[in-house]
């Protein structure tokens, strides 16, 4: 019968164990979060992206978005000018879209003509633009960073980007390193 007794050192050392295993538990689980590539500048795609990060925010989690490559144009406001850039960034800049307006659909665009019906469309049923879509974001606090490789890759400047209350500029580890505790990550 002593064999099975279990002293209060014993069992205070269990309790510990027991404390250290849940806490090493409670780090690996995934956050309340959604971590979101946003790799393609087409406007269907970018409505998608805006879409499900604010309506993740509206279901309480927080929501990172990695606007890189294609995507980084849309980021551009149109009204601002930045100093000197060398030939590709000036050929960069001419031949992408300068802001979110004038991106165009990922199919039947129809040299432009497909993407007015669709914002006409939109407009008409009352469906968010792709600017007010941005706009709601920043007030629902969706954080977005942009992808400094693509941003120098193209020659464009900080200076240039819209004005978003939680917009930063990183490399790929940074938001890696914000996915990794994700619950969701997509790719966009």
């Not at 989690?61 to 009204?79: G, Q, S």
């Not at 802001?99 to 007015?116: A, E």
């Not at 709601?136 to 954080?143: I, N, Q």
């Amino acid at each position: 019968m002593e064999e099975n007794f279990v002293t209060k050192e014993i069992f205070e050392q269990q309790i510990e164990d027991i404390k250290k295993q849940l806490a090493a538990i409670k780090g690996a689980s995934p956050q309340n979060k959604l971590s979101m590539v946003v790799f393609s500048g087409d406007l269907d795609k970018l409505l998608a992206s805006f879409i499900i990060a604010t309506g993740a925010v509206a279901m309480g989690m927080d929501v990172v978005m990695f606007f890189t490559f294609w995507a980084t144009p849309a980021l551009r406001n149109p009204k601002k000018t930045t100093g000197e850039k060398d030939i590709m960034g000036k050929m960069f800049g001419a031949m992408l879209p300068k802001g979110s307006g004038k991106v165009k659909l990922s199919k039947m665009n129809m040299g432009g003509m497909g993407t007015k019906m669709m914002k006409s469309l939109m407009k008409k049923k009352n469906v968010a633009s792709l600017e007010q879509m941005i706009d709601m974001a920043a007030e629902l606090g969706v954080k977005i960073y942009v992808c400094e490789m693509s941003m120098n890759l193209m020659g464009f400047k900080r200076e240039e980007m819209i004005d978003y209350p939680d917009i930063s500029y990183c490399g790929v580890a940074k938001f890696l390193e914000d996915a990794l505790g994700s619950k969701i990550q997509l790719f966009i």
